[in-house]
Structure formats: C-alpha cells, structure tokens
C-alpha cells in the first residue's frame, strides 16, 4: 500500500493562504486518484477535493470551490493543495488519501478512499 505523508498545515489569519502538500512512497502513485479530505473538532471527516490519474480532472465540494486548487506532479509522487481565501470554517485537520477504485470517476464519499496520511492541521483565525 501507499504511504502519504502532508505537510504545509499552520495558523494563518481570515483571507490568506496556505498550501498543503502530499508525498508518497511509492511511483504507483499515478495509478491511483488522490483527494484531500479534512475533519474538524467534533464533526465528521469530510470531502474536500479529489483529481484524476493525470490531474487532468478535478472535483471539489461546494465549500472550497472557487477558493481551493487541487494538483498534482506525478514526477514527484506528490499531490497539493493551494487553499486561498481562507476562512475560520476551514479550521481542521486535512488528510490526504488515495481512490484506489478502477474506474475514472471522481466522488466526494469519504469511503471510497484509503491508505490514509496522518494529517495536517489547518487553523484559521477570525
């Protein structure tokens, strides 16, 4: 299985940016589709974004769209998150995963990802 490591969390004020980033272990990275997840405190892990096998598909959640880029660079194994705009809501942690599913299909359900990272946190202050 995968391995995937974030990095990039932090504290950052209302209306500035952070980007996340993902590592993984292995150069079959390419072969799976990656989303970004995040939970907040006392609520339900939740979809943030997910892209397709050569980042030419993207798909985000009604919450981030407009304000949230996801990409990829299968060279590097890594997948990113550019997150601008950011709002106290946004507060959380943020997980990336892979879609391991053999099908092109890009979805917000958060089980149909696996091979979880630790996390990053993502706290925005007021």
């Known amino acids: 299985q995968v391995q995937l490591k974030e990095s990039g969390g932090g504290l950052v004020q209302a209306g500035g940016s952070l980007r996340l980033s993902c590592a993984a272990s292995?150069?079959?990275?390419?072969?799976?589709?990656m989303g970004w997840l995040r939970q907040a405190p006392g609520k339900e892990r939740e979809f943030v974004a997910a892209?397709?096998?050569?980042?030419?598909?993207?798909y985000y959640s009604d919450s981030v769209k407009g304000r949230f880029t996801i990409s990829r660079d299968n060279a590097k194994n890594t997948v990113f998150l550019q997150m601008n705009s950011l709002l106290p809501e946004d507060t959380a942690v943020y997980y990336c995963a892979a879609d391991r599913r053999p099908v092109p299909s890009l979805v917000a359900s958060v089980a149909a990802y696996d091979n979880w990272g630790q996390g990053t946190q993502v706290t925005v202050s007021s």
């Open positions: 292995e150069r079959t990275f390419a072969m799976y589709k």
């Open positions: 892209i397709g096998w050569s980042g030419g598909r993207t």
